[in-house]
């Protein structure tokens, strides 16, 4: 098992790009999420998803727009990156319900100028 | 408004001393919390949990106290080991209805001295 998988592992967007960061887990997860963590500030929920086409809002959502077609696969797509973008971004996948472990995966460090 | 909070950006102890990380919460619909490890440049990897039916859980080094009236949790390593330095975050969970989510606090960084 590859378990919770990122890419890219870098990126540097200049400002008004777009771009999509992809996730990928092979545990047949139902619940799979987007976080953003920040100096100080902690992991903070973007969007999270409980199955294929079912997805709802975290805590910082706005700029960011996902989809899950695929129990496997949930992007994370920046439409207009702003430099404020500018974060490491965690995936994760996990079983809905219960105490809800999560597997993350390595990250990606997004760097918007 | 932050509704997992870790007031404690940092803490230092000897090895083989007791580590004690704090967490408090604000929402008393949380049903499950958790603590979660981070190694520079990895991904979280969960750690222990409770649920809020319990006041102790407990698996080898690592136990987790929950007090309920006091919306407050606690992480307690023992004995401290080096390879335990890293960021820890305490998360919540709500069951709503069929969906849930899970919300982190801002993380303390644990160092442990050899």
């Known amino acids: 098992n590859a378990g919770v998988t990122q890419t890219p592992k870098f990126q540097v967007l200049k400002t008004g790009q777009s771009m999509t960061l992809q996730c990928a887990q092979d545990?047949?997860?139902?619940?799979m999420s987007w976080y953003r963590q920040d100096p100080g500030m902690g992991l903070r929920l973007i969007h999270y998803?409980?199955?294929?086409?079912?997805?709802d809002q975290g805590e910082v959502p706005n700029g960011y727009n996902v989809s899950r077609s695929t129990t496997e696969d949930f992007p994370l797509r920046l439409l207009s990156a702003a430099p404020s973008q500018t974060s490491v971004y965690f995936c994760?996948?996990?079983?809905?319900?219960?105490?809800?472990?999560?597997?993350f995966g390595p990250g990606t460090r997004l760097t918007v100028l | 408004d932050q509704q997992v909070k870790q007031n404690s950006p940092s803490l230092s102890v000897q090895e083989g001393r007791i580590s004690i990380l704090n967490c408090d919460y604000t929402?008393?619909?949380?049903?499950?919390f958790l603590w979660y490890k981070k190694y520079p440049a990895e991904g979280p990897t969960f750690l222990i949990s409770?649920?809020?039916?319990?006041d102790k859980n407990e698996d080898g080094r690592f136990t987790v106290f929950l007090n309920k009236s006091a919306k407050h949790l606690s992480l307690h390593i023992v004995p401290s080991q080096p390879g335990d330095s890293a960021v820890y975050f305490c998360?919540?969970?709500?069951?709503?209805?069929?969906?849930?989510?899970?919300?982190f606090g801002p993380g303390t960084s644990l160092s442990v001295i050899p």
């Open positions: 994760a996948s996990g079983t809905s319900g219960g105490p809800n472990e999560q597997f």
């Open positions: 409770i649920s809020s039916i319990k």
């Open positions: 998803s409980v199955g294929a086409g079912i997805t």
């Open positions: 929402n008393s619909m949380f049903d499950y």
């Open positions: 545990m047949n997860h139902e619940y």
């Open positions: 998360a919540a969970k709500r069951r709503r209805t069929s969906y849930d989510k899970v919300i």
